[in-house]
T-cell receptor
């Protein structure tokens, strides 16, 4: 069964360093998302991406964050200068249709980011 | 303000019993979805109910939606140890396409 894959599964970095989290969405999906979950807390929306551009972003997704779909298969989240509060599990998700339509999102297993 | 609030926050029941989790939300929605998350894993979609639907079934899952009370419930019948997980409701509001997740219910099934 097709699945969303994420790498790395765990990354430890020093504060101020750049981090790139990678995702390979399901191949025929058109809508791509990043969410994050701080330990023990709710899953928070970061950004949605469709047609090679950001369609929505949250207040969390500030200038330190960027997303890219460089080659038609990978979908990356870059954090330019990490802060301690960026420590969280980051989930990539993809969907074949808009959530308001058939709605279902498929999530990867997550990348745990630890900022020291 | 929190869009989705589940209750209870945690629930422990014996295997074979039914588990009911509730979700309340604040704004008008297009649809409401339930997801499961095993500890440290990704989220898995369970079921979607549209704003014009009142009840939906999928296997051992039954979801209800009351738009007048802005609430939904997820019933898992004949629970199994493998149902142990956190369950989240998530809403899609009119006018945007982002899923907004609730705070989750941590369900433990005691064998």
């Amino acid at each position: 069964e097709p699945e969303v894959t994420q790498t790395p599964s765990h990354q430890v970095t020093q504060m101020g360093q750049e981090v790139i989290l990678r995702c390979v969405p399901i191949s025929n999906h058109l809508y791509f998302y990043w969410y994050r979950q701080i330990l023990g807390q709710k899953v928070e929306f970061l950004v949605s991406f469709y047609n090679n551009e950001i369609s929505e972003k949250s207040e969390i997704f500030d200038d330190q964050f960027s997303v890219e779909r460089p080659d038609g298969s990978n979908f990356t989240l870059k954090i330019r200068s990490t802060k301690l509060e960026d420590s969280a599990m980051y989930f990539c998700a993809s969907g074949r249709a808009l959530p308001s339509n058939t709605g279902e999102l498929f999530f990867g297993e997550g990348s745990r980011l630890t900022v020291l | 303000s929190q869009q989705g609030e589940e209750d209870p926050q945690a629930l422990s029941i014996q295997e074979g019993e039914n588990a009911t989790m509730n979700c309340s939300y604040k704004t008008s929605i297009n649809n409401l979805q339930w997801y499961r998350q095993n500890s440290g894993r990704g989220l898995v979609h369970l079921i979607l109910i549209r704003s014009n639907e009142r009840e939906k079934h999928s296997g051992r899952l039954r979801v209800t939606l009351d738009t007048s009370k802005k609430s939904s419930s997820l019933l898992i019948t004949a629970s199994r140890a493998a149902d142990t997980a956190s369950y989240f409701c998530a809403t899609i509001n009119f006018g945007n396409e982002k899923l907004t997740f609730g705070t989750g219910t941590r369900l433990t099934i005691i064998p």
